[in-house]
């Protein structure tokens, strides 16, 4: 692509210069437009647009915003002021309320924030041209008031429209977790954290199959649990998997879901957060269960492990010797159903569970205890027990 402007297509319906310092924004532009039967001029910055309208009769101008050099308001105050019947649209990925009333009140069109969807540019184009051909039409001064009314109309309009989007924009973009549309496996919409979190832009990711920034090892599980989704099932469920980025490495991310419509369609809507500190947290804390199991096991002293839930999470191998089970046996289980209380015998078991409950509840007497416990067998022998409740982060 030359950096002057070039007429890709001749076309008797409409001539449109469009100016974006990232050529594959023109190039998308350029084959949509084309498609169109348009007329058509790609400029890399503003100014690059201001000297084509100035030397060619310019229907509608589609102008990023933010460029290197002169920006698309400048450009669109110097292209009004050589044609004020030219029609601008402005479009940006850094839309705001600041620039959209700047935009709006310099005679811009229409004002459309990044991504852009492709029916929205082609419909946004032909109501332009069509206020375009109004403006130029000789019956213009017959039916100017109503005219003025009318253009009022759809100006308030479209500033409430534009400004509504501007503000849901803004809400998408201040989350730190990433949101995106998925629709037919593909991303149809994502806020900048997507790209920011993956390496590819988003252009880049709306090219690709959602599962190409899913970690290999992931995709079929992945896969199951959107297409779960699309049928409505497990809706209440997450999605924790690896992501791969561009640059090969991979993060871990929890992705809840709901339905939604995408332009009349059903899609999905993901909300995706970033949990590699959480994972590295269980990760070291798996590391340290499985030294403290190894401790514990070198023990000749039993050790049970009870969680706050009132179940078994660990059992030793001296415990399970003289239980005469085992661990699977255990694990899972409450600690009354092997461990007696002092005096206790198969028609009763004690509330106190070797004082486990009462440790639990903070009333557990100091030192240790005597209890019975019940073998796999049936059999009772007794044991002196100590109950101690361990804190981890504060619980």
């Excluded at 647009?49 to 110097?78: F, S, Y």
């Excluded at 044609?83 to 700047?102: G, H, P």
């Excluded at 390496?199 to 290999?216: D, R, W």
């Amino acid at each position: 692509m030359s950096k002057t402007g070039r007429k890709s297509k001749m076309s008797d319906r409409a001539t449109m210069v469009v100016a974006d310092d990232d050529p594959q924004v023109l190039e998308m532009f350029k084959e949509l437009l084309e498609k169109e039967g348009y007329q058509l001029f790609l400029a890399l910055d503003g100014k690059e647009a201001v000297e084509i309208a100035k030397n060619h009769p310019i229907d509608v101008a589609i102008l990023d915003l933010r460029m290197p050099g002169m920006d698309g308001i400048q450009a669109l105050k110097e292209i009004r002021a050589i044609n004020e019947t030219t029609q601008v649209l402005i479009v940006t990925a850094f839309a705001d309320m600041e620039s959209l009333r700047e935009c709006a009140a310099q005679g811009a069109f229409d004002y459309i924030p990044k991504p852009v969807h492709l029916r929205e540019i082609i419909e946004s184009v032909r109501h332009a041209l069509l206020r375009r051909q109004i403006e130029n039409d000789v019956l213009r001064n017959r039916f100017k008031e109503r005219l003025m009314e009318l253009e009022k109309e759809l100006g308030d309009r479209t500033l409430k429209l534009r400004e509504s989007q501007v503000k849901h924009k803004e809400i998408v973009e201040s989350t730190n977790d990433i949101i995106m549309v998925i629709q037919d496996e593909r991303i149809n919409f994502a806020n900048q954290r997507l790209a920011e979190a993956s390496g590819y832009t988003l252009e880049e990711a709306y090219s690709m199959p959602v599962l190409g920034l899913v970690h290999p090892e992931d995709r079929t599980y992945a896969l199951e649990k959107y297409q779960a989704w699309e049928r409505g099932d497990l809706l209440d469920e997450t999605l924790v998997f690896r992501s791969l980025r561009k640059d090969g490495g991979s993060d871990w991310f929890e992705m809840t879901a709901g339905t939604t419509l995408w332009e009349g369609r059903p899609a999905i809507l993901g909300v995706l957060r970033n949990i590699n500190d959480r994972k590295r947290a269980e990760e070291k804390l798996t590391r340290l269960t499985e030294q403290f199991q190894s401790v514990f096991n070198t023990m000749a002293e039993g050790v049970l492990v009870v969680d706050q839930s009132g179940k078994i999470t660990f059992v030793n191998d001296s415990a399970l010797r003289a239980l005469g089970r085992e661990g699977e046996d255990l694990v899972g289980r409450e600690p009354r159903e092997v461990v007696f209380g002092p005096g206790a015998s198969d028609q009763g078991k004690s509330e106190d569970d070797c004082g486990i409950q009462s440790a639990l509840q903070g009333t557990a007497p100091a030192g240790p205890r005597t209890s019975l416990f019940r073998r796999r067998d049936g059999s009772e022998f007794p044991v002196e027990c100590l109950s101690t409740v361990v804190h981890e982060k504060g619980r």
